[in-house]
DNA sequence: CATGAATGAGGTTTCATTCAT
DNA sequence: CATGAATGAAACCTCATTCAT
């Protein structure tokens, strides 16, 4: 009973322990997956019993839901400092995305067990937990960053497509990195900046084809 | 024991039950997700037994596999008769996503489902089924055609990216599908068509932000 | 699940072993408590694995909650029988307190049973589930026999104070019974029906200090 | 370990720290039930960790035993000061049954949780702990004092099944107070002493139905 | 072909108890 | 004296699988 809803102030040697439990448990979902992710597997990593992490959770899905507010606050806070830091729209869109596959190149682990949680973890009706919604924060943050770019335009339709579109990528990028050994992670970067960059989604612009001719 | 390697001939009877199964597995694992299909709950869909799934599939792992390659056999089919019939390197790859979105749209819960099992099912020692790996068909065919585009350009890399790219933009199409009630994917079709369309990657096409001048 | 809400038809072999394990549990609580009779102790008693209990029984709190029912509707009945065969107020009393004391000696361990699950069973929120309540149904039926009696009277309060008093005596039969050898529960039953029959609480009746007198 | 056989002196914050958990275990026990009154329940109402339970009592075997016998004990100091005055057989039967129903009144929480105990407290064979004997001393007791009794005479057979309906009766008054908002424990009482004090038990009594013509 | 019945491994959770600080 | 931390046994429950009918 330890995580109230009021923010308690834990010990050092509690936050010690809570932490390297979050720790194992994100290597756990890495590996293992959502399902392999067991209590006795977090544990064994931990070199502890199982008991222990029900004493320091108050269950395994306090656990998770604690690992992903975890992993998104220090995401969050990583990726805000580098996008505020920029001038230009242009430098804040490359600032989001090279923050943004740095945090996912250097927290390959926990992008992958955030991963597994939200797509898995479910309310006892059996609908998702980490229900997708209509206003995803992380779409509409980075819709507003594009929004600014001269190929992409005010249209909000356009922009939040696109904002799709490089969400995925995104992602698409964390996976590639832990199964693809061949994956360069900076090229890719580069590439999908550029790709941004160059776009012409505006209608004014002309009609596609008619730049090929 | 019916799936052996030695293709079988099935009884009309026997396809009518397999197929009637798979379906009822597929809107299984798109509402309840992989861990809530369960053995009991797709017979209940059915409205068979459990044992009549045992009869039929040599067992849940052999049920799951069969749907993965059933669900891709169909969507190959319908995607290469579009591709096939293009003329142009420009509307292969605008037919290649026209028809990927386009079954995407008519199959949502098949897309769901089969997402779920290629995340989720493992084998015995706990490394992903169906592995991502460094040569991906599907996104090796599909750098193939966006090799021709002239945005693009040859070198193996930049096609190789964008279609990493595009492959996530399509999987995360089919998500907002599920989920997202004012999700137009006419209009995401044409945006992402257009990003590709207009993509300048090539280093020698000049500096992307001089294009801005 | 097989419990459902809506009345199941049972196979044969189904009601069979349902009624086994219902009479298996029944000794273990009687024997080994609430706390002690587990899903462990009633199936090794069934001589069937802990899995088959599961499956005849929604869960442990359905199994319980059926063995009550159970032993209610034939008590009820045997009980009924009786007291609908008397013709005078005197007669239905004495047939319900023989009636029920004979159904007690019968059946001892069920008794016991129930006693243990209506005194320990609770909902998730703490508070017991089969919660005693101001309208008790059985002291509400017999208090409406007893206030036919001449000496008891047609007040409510005298007839539902002896009735609160009947109850408990016979079910402290039923813990005398299991537990003292020495019980004789024919004299016992003698004697509580002339307890009853002699009972003078109207205040009309006199002082019941003058009638030693 | 403080517990021991030998009567040891008790410091005076030693004895207000027993008496302070023995009175948030009988909450904990009233409200919670015997199964839900855990060490952490009892140590969070007092204010206190776990670990001074344990440090104070051997075990939560040793600090529900202590519970019983302190309750009993101070239960037979009130009750035998009220017998002790009376003169008359009546008017001890009276004392008795009025103190016992005074002393459940005013000590309901008490009441319950040590009947919580004695039902559900089991030694490691599984038998009760407080197991009913042939030679209950409470029954015995007070059919002492109920065989002074004219009506009741001084067979010991009468007097014992009349002790235990008596005992029966003020269980059951205790559970009532608990439960129900409209038991009036004053006119219980006054309904249970004329109900015992018009016993006409003797079989040279004559007939009860006579009694009526 | 189909079913109901049974199994048993494995999961999460609870809790009395112990121990170093 | 008191505490927080850790343990490990035991409980209930789920579910893929097997088998006799």
Redesign the pocket.
């Known amino acids: 009973m330890r995580s109230d809803a009021t923010e308690r102030q834990f ?1 050092f ?2 936050r010690a ?1 809570r932490a390297q439990i979050l720790a194992c448990a994100t290597a756990a979902l890495a590996e293992r997956g959502y399902a392999g992710a ?3 597997d977090i544990a064994r990593r931990a070199g ?5 992490v ?3 959770f108050a ?3 306090d656990l998770l839901d604690q690992l992903v507010a975890d992993f998104y606050g220090r995401a969050g806070t990583s990726i805000a400092a580098r996008v505020e830091a920029a001038d230009t729209a242009a430098d804040r869109v490359r600032g989001y995305l090279e923050a943004n596959l740095a945090f996912v190149a250097e927290h390959a682990d926990g992008v992958r067990a955030v991963l597994e949680i939200v797509a898995n973890r479910r309310d006892a009706d059996g609908a998702l937990h980490f229900r997708p919604t209509g206003s995803d924060p992380l779409v509409d943050h980075l819709a507003g960053l594009l929004a600014e770019l001269p190929g992409v335009g005010p249209k909000a339709t356009h922009a939040r497509n696109l904002a799709i579109v490089v969400r995925a990528a995104i992602d698409a990028a964390a996976g590639r990195l832990l199964t693809e050994p061949t994956f360069d992670p900076a090229a890719y970067t580069r590439d999908l900046v550029r790709l941004i960059e160059t776009a012409r989604l505006t209608e004014t612009a002309g009609n596609s084809h008619d730049q090929h001719a």
């Open positions: 010990t040697i509690e322990r067991t209590l006795a502890v019993s199982k008991g222990v029900s004493y320091h269950g395994k899905d």
